[in-house]
């Protein structure tokens, strides 16, 4: 669909970006293949609720892509590539400035994040397992995407090195009252 977007010059509304985003960004097929891998709640009736995916599928998509534009659209676009939610936005409401429109997508994930935070407390009949990797997916797309091209902050690869690697340091004072850290090594 991007493919032939981009070859007839359409810009899309914001809907139908997210609409296809959703799909092509794999979010709910990788949710779905999670859903049977836990095996948690796997029944006739919870495999249904597959299709369509539910609703907390979606938000999480509509997250991941949101989060993906704000922090590669700006490389996106140098590269020519199709349109962002960004681009989609400021033709659609006709916004002339990328900030008004970069502020509008934050407020857009604030709402979905509410929406997705609802699928917790409103009893779906999926199973709680599911419906975190939801949210982890949510949480790891802003975790990757929210700082943009900001080179001074930390990247997934600093976050995997101190969650697995790095010794975790503190300092304590020792019985003759200097300074010592102590590491989990």
């Given at each position: 669909?991007?493919?032939?977007?981009?070859?007839?010059?359409?810009?899309?509304?914001?809907?139908?970006?997210?609409?296809?985003?959703?799909?092509?960004?794999g979010?709910?097929?990788?949710l779905?293949?999670?859903?049977?891998?836990?095996g948690?709640?796997?029944?006739?009736e919870?495999?249904?609720?597959?299709e369509?995916?539910?609703?907390?599928?979606?938000?999480?998509g509509?997250?991941?892509?949101?989060?993906?534009?704000?922090?590669?659209?700006?490389?996106e676009?140098?590269?020519?590539?199709?349109?962002?939610?960004?681009?989609?936005?400021?033709?659609?409401?006709?916004?002339?400035?990328?900030?008004?429109?970069?502020?509008?997508?934050?407020?857009l994930?604030?709402?979905?994040?509410?929406?997705?935070?609802?699928?917790l407390?409103?009893?779906?009949?999926?199973?709680?397992s599911?419906?975190?990797?939801?949210?982890?997916?949510?949480?790891?797309?802003?975790?990757?995407?929210?700082?943009?091209n900001?080179?001074?902050?930390?990247?997934?690869?600093?976050?995997?090195?101190?969650?697995?690697f790095?010794p975790?340091?503190?300092?304590?004072?020792?019985?003759?009252?200097?300074?010592?850290?102590?590491?989990?090594?």
């Amino acid at each position: 669909e991007e493919a032939k977007w981009f070859n007839r010059g359409y810009i899309p509304t914001l809907d139908e970006y997210l609409a296809n985003g959703v799909i092509s960004g794999g979010t709910c097929m990788a949710l779905v293949h999670a859903f049977f891998l836990m095996g948690k709640g796997v029944m006739k009736e919870t495999e249904a609720m597959m299709e369509p995916y539910p609703r907390c599928f979606t938000s999480s998509g509509k997250i991941l892509r949101l989060w993906d534009d704000l922090g590669t659209s700006r490389e996106e676009q140098e590269r020519g590539d199709v349109a962002s939610s960004i681009e989609c936005l400021m033709n659609e409401k006709n916004i002339a400035l990328e900030d008004g429109a970069r502020k509008h997508v934050r407020q857009l994930i604030g709402s979905l994040w509410i929406e997705l935070n609802g699928e917790l407390v409103a009893p779906t009949g999926l199973p709680l397992s599911t419906i975190k990797a939801s949210f982890n997916l949510s949480r790891t797309a802003q975790a990757i995407y929210q700082h943009g091209n900001d080179n001074t902050a930390s990247s997934v690869q600093d976050h995997v090195q101190s969650l697995f690697f790095n010794p975790i340091g503190f300092q304590t004072r020792s019985p003759n009252h200097r300074n010592v850290t102590l590491s989990n090594r």
